[in-house]
C-alpha cells in the first residue's frame, strides 16, 4: 500500500482521536469529515474539509445522507491496481481515500437505556456509517480501516512502522473485525426491529453476542472458550458481580446459570435455595427461614453437594455464610451477601462469590449450537398453580400434598431428563436425572430418598417430566413409600398407570406440560 494521503473521519465516540489526528497531521494527511466530527476536528485546530464541500452536494434530509455520494465510495471502492478504475476515478473527478475512521450511531447504547421512543430508535440507526466501512473493507488492498478507538494504538505503531502506511496483513485483520462489527450492528436492529413488529421466528437468524470474557478454558483443559453476552434492551444473566474468589470457569457457568434458573423460577415471596452439581439439581427446598432454606436442600444430598454451586433467590446473612463455609462449593450465587457474611466467605479465598441483579422475565429464546447448525426455541416458562391440575384418581392430594407437588414440579422442570423428583415439606428427598429410561431415573430418586431420608420418604410427593410409558417407574416410588404423583399425561398406556395408583391408594394429578431437559 503506497503512503496514506487522505482520511475520512465520522465518529460517534471521540476517544483518543486528537491522539490520531496528531500522527497524521506529521505526514500531511489530508482529512475530510462530517458534522459533530468536522466541528471537534476544527476545533482541536487541525485542517479539515466538509464533507458536503468534498462532494460538492449538500448535507440533506435532516443528515440521512451526507456521505452516500460517489466522491466518497468510488474514493473508497476503486481498486488502483486496475486500470480500467483509475481511468473512471480521473474521469469522474474521485481521489482515492485511504484511510477510514468510522464508528456508528449508538444504537446499542440507547437500546441499553430502555426508556427510548420507537423514533429515535429509528434516527439511531446509521446508513452512511455501515456503508463506509463495508467500502473501505471490502477494499483493504488499498484502505485502512478502524471502526472503534480501540484499534488506534495498534494502528498508529503500524503507521510509524511502515512510515505513513498500514501492513496487507494489519489490514486484512482490520478488514474482518470491521465486518463482524458491522454484522453485530446490523443485528442488533434486525431483532429489535422483529420483536417491534411481533415477530419471533425469521427465516434468516442473527444472534447479538457480545465477547464479556475469554476463559482459562473449556468443559475440557484442551477446549477454548469465551463468555459473550446476547444484547438486547434487557439485562441477563452476564449481569453479574464477582465478589470474591477464582475467576469462573466454563463449567462454573454452566452450573451457576442453572441455578440461577431454578431459584428465580418460583414465587417471588419464597425463599428457595439450590445445590447444583453436573448441571442438576442434588438438592433444593423452600422455607421462611432463608438457613432453614439452606440446610434443607444440603440435606437433600449432601455428598453430591461437594464441589456445587449453591444458588439463593434472597441474601446471604451471617448465619448462612457460616454454614456455606462448612462444605468445598466452586460457586456461591446470591442477590446480596451482608458485609458480616462476606467477611465469613472470605475465608474461603478460592470460593467464587456471585451476586446478581434479577431479570424480569420477558420473551427470550434458549439456543443449542451444534455443528454448521444451532436450534432456537422458547424459554420454558412454565409455571403452574392448583386450578391446572387435573386429579385423575380416586385418592384426592391434600393441601399440603398439593403444595409439595407444584414444588417437586418446579424443581423436576430444571433437571435433565428423563426426571424424577422425590419432595416432602418443601424439600428434595431424592433425584433422578438424565438416565435413558424413565424407571431408571426413578430408581436413582429412590434410592437417594431412603439413603438420606429412610423415615421422611413415606408419605412424600415425586414430580416426573414427562409421562409415564409404563407402570413400572411409578411402582418403584409407591414401594418407597411415595403419596401423590405429579406428571404431564399423555401416555397411550395412562390409564394402566392410574389403575396401578389407584391399587395403590395413592393421587395423581396431570398437568398436561411436558418439560424436558435435554
Same mark, same amino acid.
Request: overall charge neutral; aromatic content about 8%.
Given at each position: 500500500?503506497?503512503?496514506?494521503?487522505?482520511?475520512?473521519?465520522?465518529?460517534?465516540?471521540?476517544?483518543?482521536?486528537?491522539?490520531?489526528?496528531?500522527?497524521?497531521?506529521?505526514?500531511?494527511?489530508?482529512?475530510?469529515?462530517t458534522g459533530?466530527?468536522?466541528?471537534?476536528?476544527?476545533?482541536?485546530?487541525?485542517?479539515?474539509?466538509?464533507?458536503?464541500?468534498?462532494?460538492?452536494?449538500p448535507?440533506?434530509?435532516?443528515?440521512?445522507?451526507?456521505?452516500?455520494?460517489?466522491?466518497?465510495?468510488?474514493?473508497?471502492?476503486?481498486?488502483?491496481?486496475?486500470?480500467?478504475?483509475?481511468?473512471?476515478?480521473?474521469?469522474?473527478q474521485?481521489?482515492?481515500?485511504? %484511510?477510514?475512521?468510522?464508528?456508528?450511531?449508538?444504537?446499542?447504547?440507547?437500546?441499553?437505556?430502555?426508556?427510548?421512543s420507537?423514533?429515535?430508535?429509528?434516527?439511531n440507526?446509521?446508513?452512511?456509517?455501515?456503508?463506509?466501512?463495508?467500502?473501505?473493507?471490502?477494499?483493504f488492498?488499498?484502505?485502512?480501516?478502524?471502526?472503534?478507538?480501540?484499534?488506534?494504538?495498534?494502528?498508529l505503531?503500524?503507521?510509524?512502522?511502515n512510515?505513513?502506511s498500514?501492513?496487507?496483513?494489519?489490514?486484512?485483520?482490520?478488514?474482518?473485525?470491521?465486518?463482524?462489527?458491522?454484522?453485530?450492528?446490523?443485528?442488533l436492529?434486525?431483532?429489535?426491529?422483529?420483536?417491534?413488529?411481533?415477530?419471533?421466528?425469521?427465516? !434468516?437468524?442473527t444472534?447479538?453476542?457480545?465477547?464479556?470474557?475469554?476463559?482459562?478454558?473449556?468443559?475440557?483443559?484442551?477446549?477454548?472458550?469465551?463468555?459473550?453476552?446476547?444484547?438486547?434492551?434487557?439485562?441477563?444473566?452476564?449481569?453479574?458481580?464477582?465478589?470474591?474468589?477464582?475467576? %469462573?470457569s466454563?463449567?462454573n457457568?454452566?452450573?451457576?446459570?442453572?441455578?440461577?434458573?431454578?431459584?428465580?423460577?418460583?414465587?417471588?415471596?419464597s !425463599?428457595?435455595?439450590?445445590?447444583?452439581?453436573?448441571?442438576?439439581?442434588?438438592g433444593?427446598?423452600?422455607?421462611?427461614?432463608?438457613?432453614?432454606?439452606?440446610?434443607?436442600a444440603?440435606?437433600?444430598?449432601?455428598?453430591?453437594?461437594f +464441589?456445587?454451586?449453591?444458588?439463593?433467590?434472597?441474601?446471604?446473612?451471617?448465619?448462612?455464610a457460616?454454614?456455606i463455609?462448612?462444605?468445598?462449593?466452586?460457586?456461591?450465587?446470591?442477590?446480596?451477601?451482608?458485609?458480616?457474611?462476606?467477611?465469613i466467605?472470605?475465608?474461603?479465598?478460592?470460593?467464587?462469590?456471585?451476586?446478581?441483579? %434479577?431479570?424480569?422475565?420477558?420473551?427470550?429464546?434458549?439456543?443449542?449450537?451444534?455443528?454448521?447448525?444451532?436450534?432456537?426455541?422458547?424459554?420454558?416458562?412454565?409455571?403452574?398453580?392448583?386450578?391446572?391440575?387435573?386429579?385423575?384418581?380416586?385418592a384426592?392430594?391434600?393441601?399440603?400434598? *398439593?403444595?409439595?407437588?407444584?414444588?417437586?414440579?418446579?424443581?423436576?422442570?430444571h433437571? !435433565?431428563?428423563?426426571?424424577?423428583?422425590?419432595?416432602?415439606?418443601?424439600?428434595?428427598?431424592?433425584? +433422578?436425572?438424565?438416565?435413558t429410561?424413565?424407571?431408571?431415573?426413578?430408581e436413582?430418586?429412590?434410592?437417594?430418598?431412603?439413603?438420606?431420608?429412610?423415615?421422611?420418604i413415606?408419605?412424600?410427593?415425586?414430580?416426573s417430566?414427562?409421562?409415564?410409558?409404563?407402570?413400572?417407574? %411409578?411402582?418403584?416410588?409407591?414401594?418407597?413409600?411415595?403419596?401423590?404423583?405429579i406428571?404431564p399425561?399423555?401416555?397411550i398406556?395412562?390409564?394402566?398407570?392410574?389403575?396401578?395408583?389407584?391399587?395403590a391408594? *395413592?393421587?395423581?394429578?396431570?398437568?398436561?406440560?411436558?418439560?424436558?431437559?435435554?
Amino acid at each position: 500500500m503506497n503512503r496514506i494521503t487522505k482520511a475520512l473521519i465520522s465518529v460517534s465516540d471521540k476517544t483518543n482521536l486528537e491522539t490520531v489526528l496528531g500522527e497524521l497531521k506529521k505526514l500531511n494527511v489530508e482529512i475530510i469529515s462530517t458534522g459533530g466530527t468536522f466541528k471537534f476536528i476544527t476545533d482541536k485546530g487541525f485542517e479539515c474539509t466538509e464533507i458536503s464541500q468534498y462532494t460538492g452536494s449538500p448535507e440533506i434530509l435532516e443528515g440521512r445522507v451526507k456521505t452516500l455520494h460517489p466522491k466518497i465510495h468510488g474514493g473508497l471502492l476503486g481498486d488502483i491496481d486496475k486500470k480500467n478504475h483509475q481511468d473512471q476515478m480521473k474521469e469522474n473527478q474521485i481521489s482515492e481515500i485511504n %484511510l477510514v475512521i468510522v464508528n456508528l450511531y449508538p444504537f446499542e447504547n440507547k437500546l441499553l437505556e430502555g426508556d427510548v421512543s420507537f423514533e429515535e430508535m429509528i434516527e439511531n440507526i446509521d446508513i452512511g456509517g455501515p456503508s463506509m466501512l463495508r467500502s473501505s473493507s471490502k477494499n483493504f488492498k488499498h484502505v485502512t480501516v478502524l471502526p472503534s478507538p480501540k484499534y488506534y494504538d495498534e494502528f498508529l505503531k503500524e503507521f510509524e512502522q511502515n512510515k505513513g502506511s498500514t501492513s496487507l496483513e494489519f489490514r486484512k485483520k482490520m478488514s474482518a473485525i470491521t465486518f463482524s462489527e458491522t454484522a453485530y450492528y446490523d443485528s442488533l436492529i434486525s431483532n429489535w426491529m422483529s420483536e417491534q413488529n411481533g415477530i419471533k421466528f425469521l427465516d !434468516k437468524k442473527t444472534i447479538p453476542g457480545k465477547i464479556i470474557q475469554k476463559l482459562r478454558y473449556g468443559e475440557n483443559p484442551h477446549q477454548e472458550s469465551q463468555v459473550f453476552e446476547i444484547v438486547n434492551d434487557k439485562k441477563g444473566f452476564s449481569n453479574l458481580n464477582q465478589i470474591q474468589g477464582k475467576e %469462573l470457569s466454563h463449567n462454573n457457568y454452566l452450573d451457576s446459570f442453572n441455578a440461577y434458573s431454578l431459584v428465580n423460577d418460583f414465587d417471588k415471596q419464597s !425463599k428457595v435455595c439450590a445445590i447444583i452439581k453436573h448441571n442438576n439439581p442434588c438438592g433444593c427446598a423452600s422455607d421462611a427461614n432463608g438457613l432453614k432454606a439452606y440446610l434443607n436442600a444440603l440435606s437433600g444430598d449432601p455428598t453430591s453437594a461437594f +464441589g456445587g454451586v449453591v444458588a439463593f433467590n434472597y441474601s446471604i446473612n451471617e448465619g448462612i455464610a457460616t454454614e456455606i463455609v462448612k462444605t468445598f462449593y466452586e460457586v456461591v450465587l446470591t442477590p446480596k451477601v451482608s458485609d458480616e457474611a462476606k467477611k465469613i466467605l472470605s475465608s474461603k479465598k478460592s470460593l467464587r462469590v456471585l451476586e446478581y441483579e %434479577l431479570v424480569e422475565s420477558s420473551p427470550s429464546f434458549s439456543v443449542t449450537f451444534m455443528q454448521k447448525t444451532f436450534l432456537l426455541q422458547d424459554e420454558n416458562f412454565s409455571s403452574l398453580t392448583k386450578k391446572d391440575l387435573k386429579i385423575v384418581t380416586k385418592a384426592k392430594p391434600t393441601e399440603m400434598e *398439593i403444595d409439595n407437588l407444584l414444588f417437586a414440579n418446579q424443581v423436576c422442570k430444571h433437571v !435433565k431428563s428423563n426426571a424424577i423428583v422425590i419432595t416432602k415439606e418443601n424439600k428434595t428427598l431424592g433425584v +433422578g436425572a438424565g438416565q435413558t429410561s424413565r424407571v431408571g431415573s426413578a430408581e436413582i430418586a429412590c434410592k437417594n430418598a431412603l439413603k438420606f431420608f429412610p423415615k421422611e420418604i413415606t408419605g412424600s410427593s415425586a414430580a416426573s417430566d414427562a409421562f409415564f410409558p409404563f407402570a413400572d417407574g %411409578l411402582e418403584n416410588l409407591i414401594q418407597a413409600g411415595v403419596k401423590s404423583i405429579i406428571q404431564p399425561g399423555g401416555s397411550i398406556r395412562d390409564q394402566e398407570v392410574i389403575d396401578a395408583a389407584d391399587k395403590a391408594g *395413592i393421587s395423581m394429578v396431570f398437568t398436561g406440560i411436558r418439560n424436558f431437559k435435554h
